[in-house]
């Protein structure tokens, strides 16, 4: 079993920054994929940004150019720095890490951006 735990979520104005981590423990050996999705009130569940063990990077078109995702493998952390906040990024915004088709999933972390 994977546990995952978030951190870093809160309240923000927009244009704001915050900066979600992610730590994984348990049995962590080789975890390939690891990224962040988040829900918005009354949405289905997207995908914001996910980094591959050798460092391929996928984001959201909507938040190019705003957000950085980055992991640590040693560490088995995976950080999300999310920059001029928009009130649209509202969300719980989760952790996932994928050991080939098995994914884990954490709890999620509030950010909530005011206008």
């Known amino acids: 079993q994977v546990q995952l735990v978030e951190s870093g979520g809160g309240l923000v104005q927009a244009g704001g920054s915050l900066r979600l981590s992610c730590v994984a423990s348990g049995r962590t050996v080789r975890i390939n994929s690891m990224g962040w999705y988040r829900q918005a009130p009354g949405q289905q569940r997207e995908l914001v940004a996910a980094i591959s063990r050798g460092g391929n990077i996928n984001y959201a078109d909507s938040v190019k150019g705003r957000f950085t995702i980055s992991r640590d493998n040693a560490k088995n952390t995976v950080d999300l720095q999310m920059n001029s906040l928009k009130p649209t990024g509202t969300a719980v915004y989760c952790c996932?890490?994928?050991?080939?088709?098995?994914?884990?999933w954490g709890k999620g972390t509030l950010v909530t951006v005011s206008s």
């Open positions: 996932r890490v994928g050991f080939g088709t098995i994914n884990y």
